[in-house]
């Protein structure tokens, strides 16, 4: 099974819905989802190289991240009550943030951008090891395949390009579907509608492209991907 097969069964095993009534459990993710909109603000800044405003972004982030870890620490939400790793992402969450300010300070903003990469996966991790998957779960299995898609050298492959092409094209498409058919939390607003759409169009343009054995236009295609994803996921990922 390769790596883009596990991120599209990753998308899908280990569903939870959650509960729609007010509780601690939806209090948390609620939560959750605010602090992580503070994240995705400093990582979408800083790949702007905009530093002035990546440095204030981070300094929203960390408060949000430093509150949430004070009060989840004192009494953590029930979901993650068992969780034995909850402090190390704590931590880990923490020493992140700091080195991307210590790299935003030294003008290094590609520096701090990978370094806040990091902060995904250890944030996805609170879900997957309390068995939930949500808007952003999903959002980022779909880029784990895409990063490998884009830095896949399909001409160096040979004979079999197309199909693995046509392949990866597939499960991307496929991946795509999950997160329409599970909207974010904030599909009421007006700017989701279009933004989800031309993320869409984009996979299925790319599916439409690869399966049609059309190398160039599946190239092209490919490179079309990544901008509707970064404002889906600037906005609401």
Sequence with gaps: ?????????????????LPALASPFTDAEAQLRAVYGDYRAALFLSNA??????????????TA???????????????YAA???LTQTFDAVSALIGKARDEVAAGKLPAAH?????????IAGLHERAGLIGFSDRMNAYHTAMEEVLGRDYAAMGPGA???LAGDAAVLDYLAAQIVANPAPEAANPAYAPLIEAFAASARAFRAAADSGDMAAALAARGAL????SKLFAQFG
């Design 1 to 17: 099974m390769n790596r883009i097969t596990q991120a599209a069964l990753a998308a899908v095993l280990g569903t939870l819905a």
């Design 114 to 122: 990978e370094t806040l990469e990091g902060v995904r996966a250890e």
């Design 162 to 164: 197309a199909a693995a």
């Design 83 to 85: 969780d034995a790793a």
């Design 65 to 79: 991240w430093s509150e949430m870890s004070a009060q989840w620490g004192t009494t953590p939400p029930p979901q």
């Design 49 to 62: 190289g905009k530093a002035p405003e990546t440095a204030k972004a981070l300094a929203g982030f960390d």
């Design 226 to 229: 990544k901008v509707p994803y």
